[in-house]
């Protein structure tokens, strides 16, 4: 293994640690809840967006509450709205305790695909991820295959992604 590739995974258990670096532009993923398995999207531009029916009605739900925790840092918060209305609260305590169990269990998670600009040391590059495949726009995976970059996000992602593959010298 040469110097570069070393440098490559000391430096994505650095990134790992910073989750600030990651910013996602978009993503879809299955979450599995207690009662059905929901899509959940987002996209940068249009928000948040989950085929739960308390989604349809609130604008967030236990899913979209749960990501957000779960993804700290790396999305911006969901957009509450309050409902008045006194048969709604029972629903909405409801939702928010389902939303602290579901971000105790990411193993609930499954990304699909997502879209990440990623701050580096130099320069910021996108990270994109579709159904098990891999990308990154930096020099080193263009090389490589793979990089610091997607390394970090494999490990603060963990079992909610299928690992990259590439050469057994960079596990």
């Known amino acids: 293994m040469d110097y570069g590739m070393i440098g490559q995974i000391a430096k994505a258990k650095h990134y790992a640690e910073e989750r600030h670096r990651i910013r996602f532009l978009a993503f879809k993923v299955s979450m599995v809840g207690d009662n059905h398995t929901h899509t959940v999207t987002y996209h940068?531009?249009?928000?948040?967006?989950?085929?739960?029916?308390?989604?349809?009605t609130h604008g967030w739900s236990s899913h979209t509450v749960a990501l957000e925790r779960i993804l700290k840092d790396m999305v911006p918060p969901v957009p509450a709205t309050e409902s008045r209305e006194a048969s709604a609260q029972s629903a909405i305590?409801?939702?928010?305790?389902?939303?602290?169990?579901?971000?105790?269990e990411p193993s609930r998670v499954k990304f699909h695909s997502f879209t990440a600009n990623f701050s580096g040391e130099n320069h910021t590059h996108t990270v994109h991820y579709e159904e098990g495949k891999w990308e990154?726009?930096?020099?080193?995976?263009?090389?490589?295959?793979?990089?610091s970059h997607v390394i970090a996000v494999e490990r603060i992602l963990s079992a909610m992604v299928t690992p990259a593959e590439r050469a057994s010298e960079a596990h």
């Open 44 to 56: 940068a531009e249009t928000g948040w967006h989950c085929t739960s029916d308390f989604f349809k």
């Open 136 to 147: 990154c726009t930096c020099n080193f995976y263009k090389s490589h295959g793979w990089c």
């Open 93 to 104: 305590i409801s939702q928010i305790e389902k939303a602290k169990k579901y971000t105790l």
